[in-house]
């Protein structure tokens, strides 16, 4: 499935990266077949290269001014043809860097390098939401599967190390009316996973109605459900090869986060991709 999410944007690379190779740098006549494919291996590892920005991010940018830009690497055609003299340097400047957005433009790159970065941090970085819950009590004028629908799109804060798949942490709700039920009512068996805004109204209760409920959190991606996506994540063109993003976390997870765990996965993708290739 994460191989099918960026085979179009990695196939767009490896060509544009092979086409220009064979157009300006290999004579006529002289390409065979384990040159192609060689180009076109090039062209992934290039891939590679530009989303090594998230892993970047993560070990040298703790702590970021909104005035510095960052250059961390430069790659170069070299690499894919000892003829050529042509280089490209991809930049990042942070704008802006807070608990709940996260801003910065990214330079010299195309549109398939910035969308593939948008769509891994929307559908492909794993967080908690509450997916299993069985109902003990409910005499609330609301269905079991109403109540399941709207706890199960609260968010929950997903720590950034620590836990996996596999996990999973026991949420319990117990009201009684008259009163309206908020998110801070469910309580997490690890102070670690518990709810990331704790004033989201779940449903009303009238005079003597009472639910009683248990709830499992696993991790999972939106690709499975929309309430496991971390955040929003767009990008504006600004000129040629100049595009700005603004991440928006839902609480889960810092957005700067987001993207680190997006370039991560774009990663493992990528490298996917290249064995099956070779």
């Keep these: 499935m994460l191989a099918r999410l960026v085979a179009f944007d990695v196939l767009h690379c490896a060509e544009r990266a092979r086409t220009e190779i064979l157009e300006h740098y290999i004579p006529e006549g002289q390409i065979d077949t384990f040159y192609q494919n060689y180009f076109i291996i090039k062209g ?10 998230g892993l970047f991010w993560h070990s040298h940018c703790s702590a970021v001014q909104t005035n510095h830009i960052y250059k961390p690497f430069c790659i170069n055609l070299e690499h894919a043809c000892h003829n050529s003299k042509r280089s490209e340097l991809m930049e990042i400047k942070v704008l802006d860097d807070n608990e709940k957005v996260f801003r910065f433009m990214l330079n010299d790159v195309d549109t398939a390098y910035a969308n593939a970065v948008r769509r891994m941090a929307i559908n492909s970085v794993p967080t908690f939401a509450i997916d ?17 629908h709207r706890i199960g799109l609260v968010p929950i804060i ?18 009684t009316g008259p009163k309206t039920v908020y998110s801070k009512e469910l309580v997490s068996s690890d ?9 989201i109204p779940i449903i009303k209760l009238a005079n003597d109605q009472r639910i009683r409920l248990e709830g499992k ?40 986060e987001i993207i680190n765990k997006a370039c991560s996965k774009l990663i493992e993708g990528v490298k996917e991709i290249e064995k099956k290739v070779k």
């Design 158 to 175: 997903t720590p950034v190390k620590g836990y996996d798949e596999k996990d999973e942490i026991l949420f319990t709700l117990d009201a």
């Design 191 to 199: 102070k670690s996973v518990k709810v990331a805004n704790e004033s």
């Design 217 to 256: 959190a696993v991790m999972g991606t939106a690709l499975r459900h929309a309430k496991f996506q971390p955040g929003l994540v767009t990008y504006e063109p600004k000129e040629e090869g100049k595009f700005e993003f603004y991440v928006e976390g839902f609480g889960q997870m810092p957005p700067r």
């Design 44 to 53: 992934i590892k290039k891939l590679i290269s530009f989303v090594c920005l």
């Design 132 to 148: 299993k819950i069985t109902f003990y009590e409910n005499t609330s004028s609301m269905f079991d599967e109403y109540i399941a």
